[in-house]
C-alpha cells in the first residue's frame, strides 16, 4: 500500500488540550445533568464526582499509549501490538463505523438547540446541521495546526458560557434544593452513574492524531492531564447549578441548562444556549473527523480498507480518502434523517456499543502494553473494568457491533481462503502478534 504523501505534525501542547476537551465535552453537558438529577436527585452529585475521579485514569490510559506509540490507527493500533492484526482491525472498524452515524448525530443535535430558540423548523435544523459537518471535514482537510487554532477558540468560548452559567446560579442556590439527598436510594446513584458514562468517552478519538504531534510524549499524558481536570470539573460545576438551583424541576431535565443560562442572561439566554450548541457540538465533529479520518488512512496503510481510503492531499498533507468517506456516509445518515427513514432517537442509539467497544479494546491494549510502567497498566484495567460494567446497558444497540463482526468475519474467511489458494502464508504471518 503506498500513500500520496505522510501526514504533517502540527499539533502542539495547547491544541491537544483543546482537541481533547472538544472530543470530551460533547452536548452531553447540556442534558445529561438535568437527567442524571432526574433519576437521583441532589445524590446525582455523588455519581457526578464518582466520575469526576475516574476520568483522569480513563484518559490517562489513552494518553500514555498515545505518547508510547503514536500513530494514526489510535486504539486499533494498540489493539494490532497487543493481540494482533485481527483484533486490531477489527477495533478500527468498530470505530471508524461510529463516527458516520455520530457525526450527523451530534450536528443535529446542536442545530436542534440553535433552531429551537430561533423558533425555526426541521428543516432549518438539517440546513444548520449539514453546515457543520461541513465545517469539520473542509478544517480538517486544510490542517490541523488550523484545526487546533480553532479548536482553541471554540473550546475557550464554551468554558467562558459554562463558567458564566455556574457562577450566576450560585446566588439562586439554596440549601432546600438539596433536600431530600437521596429520594430513590442508591440504586437510582448506580444508574446515574451509568448515565453520565456517555460524557466521558472520548478520550480514545484523540489517539488517532497521536501521529500528529510534534511532542508525542508531552501532548499526550500532559495535554490528556490538563483536558482530564479541566472537564471532570466543568462537568460537576454544571451538575451543581443544575441541582442547587432546581432547574430540573422546572421544566423539561433535559432542558435544565437552557433555564441556568436564561435566567442569567434574560431574553437572550435561549439564544447564547443555542449558540453554546452548536460550539459544543462542531468542537466534537472536528475531533471525531479528524480521528476517523486518521483512522482510515491507517486501515489502509494495512490493507485493511480499500485503497483510496489512504489517500493523502497533497496539497495539505491531510487524509482526504478518509474525509471523502466521511462526507459520503454523513449525505447518507443525512438523507435518512431528512426523509424520515430514521429519527434521531434511533441513530443516536447505534454508535454507542461500537464506541464502549473500541474503549475496552484500547484499556486492553494498556494492560498489556504498559506492563513496564505498573501505574499505567493498573489504571488501564480500572477503566477497562468501568467500561465492561457500563457496556450492557447499551440494550438492543448491540445488534449495530454485532453486524460488524459478521461481516468482518466473513471478509476474513475470504481474504484467508484466497491466500491458501494462492499459496501464500502472508496473511498468517499478519495475525501474530507484533508486541
Known amino acids: 500500500m503506498s500513500h500520496d504523501g505522510k501526514l504533517k505534525k502540527a499539533i502542539g501542547l495547547p491544541q491537544a488540550v483543546a482537541l481533547y476537551i472538544g472530543a470530551v465535552l460533547g452536548s452531553g453537558v ?3 445533568p438535568g437527567l442524571a438529577a432526574e433519576i437521583a436527585g441532589p445524590a446525582s452529585l455523588l455519581a457526578w464526582g464518582l466520575m469526576t475521579l475516574l476520568v483522569l485514569p480513563m484518559a490517562l490510559s489513552m494518553g500514555l499509549l498515545s505518547a508510547r506509540y503514536p500513530n494514526a490507527g489510535g486504539v486499533s493500533h494498540f489493539a494490532t501490538l497487543a493481540f494482533g492484526a485481527k483484533a486490531g482491525s477489527l477495533t478500527g472498524w468498530f470505530f471508524l463505523l461510529s463516527v458516520p452515524i455520530g457525526a450527523p448525530v451530534a450536528a443535529l443535535t446542536g442545530a436542534g438547540y440553535l433552531t429551537s430558540a430561533l423558533g425555526l423548523d426541521d428543516s432549518a435544523r438539517i440546513v444548520l446541521a449539514a453546515f457543520m459537518l461541513f465545517i469539520g471535514l473542509s478544517i480538517n ?7 487546533g487554532r480553532v479548536q482553541i477558540a471554540v473550546v475557550l468560548a464554551i468554558v467562558i458560557v459554562l463558567l458564566l452559567a455556574i457562577g450566576s446560579s450560585l446566588p439562586r442556590m439554596e440549601a432546600v434544593h438539596f433536600t431530600p439527598f437521596m429520594p430513590a436510594g442508591w440504586a437510582s446513584v448506580g444508574k446515574a452513574t451509568a448515565l453520565l458514562f456517555w460524557c466521558f468517552i472520548g478520550w480514545e478519538a ?6 500528529e504531534f510534534v511532542d508525542p510524549e508531552r501532548a499526550a499524558v500532559k495535554g490528556v492531564s490538563v483536558a482530564a481536570v479541566i472537564v471532570g ?5 454544571t451538575a451543581l447549578a443544575t441541582v442547587g438551583t432546581h432547574s430540573y424541576r422546572e421544566g423539561a431535565a433535559d432542558a435544565s441548562l437552557v433555564l441556568v443560562i436564561g435566567k442569567a442572561l434574560g431574553s437572550f439566554g435561549g439564544i447564547v444556549t443555542g449558540l453554546t450548541a452548536v460550539f459544543i457540538c462542531t468542537a466534537t465533529l472536528i475531533a471525531y473527523i479528524g480521528a476517523a479520518s486518521r483512522l482510515a488512512y491507517a486501515l489502509a496503510g494495512k490493507g485493511d480498507a ?3 481510503f489512504g489517500t493523502v492531499s497533497k496539497r495539505y498533507g491531510t487524509p482526504s480518502g478518509g474525509l471523502i ?3 459520503v456516509c454523513f449525505f447518507g445518515i443525512m438523507a435518512l434523517y431528512a426523509s424520515g427513514a430514521a429519527s434521531l432517537t434511533f441513530l443516536i442509539q447505534l454508535p454507542n456499543a461500537t464506541f464502549i467497544l473500541t474503549y475496552l479494546g484500547g484499556c486492553a491494549a494498556g494492560v498489556r502494553l504498559l506492563k513496564d510502567n505498573p501505574w499505567g497498566a493498573r489504571i488501564s484495567g480500572l477503566s477497562f473494568l468501568v467500561t465492561a460494567a457500563v457496556f450492557p446497558f447499551v440494550g438492543w444497540a448491540m445488534l449495530y457491533p454485532l453486524a460488524i463482526v459478521i461481516v468482518f468475519g466473513v471478509v476474513v474467511l475470504v481474504k484467508s481462503r484466497r491466500f491458501r489458494a494462492s499459496g501464500s502464508t502472508s496473511y498468517e504471518h499478519e495475525d501474530k502478534k507484533i508486541g
Open 233 to 237: 470539573l466543568l462537568y460537576f460545576f
Open 325 to 327: 468517506f466521511l462526507a
Open 206 to 211: 484523540v489517539s488517532h492524531l497521536s501521529e
Open 141 to 147: 482537510l486544510i490542517g490541523m495546526k488550523v484545526v
Open 30 to 32: 447540556l442534558i445529561v
Open 306 to 308: 480499500p485503497r483510496w
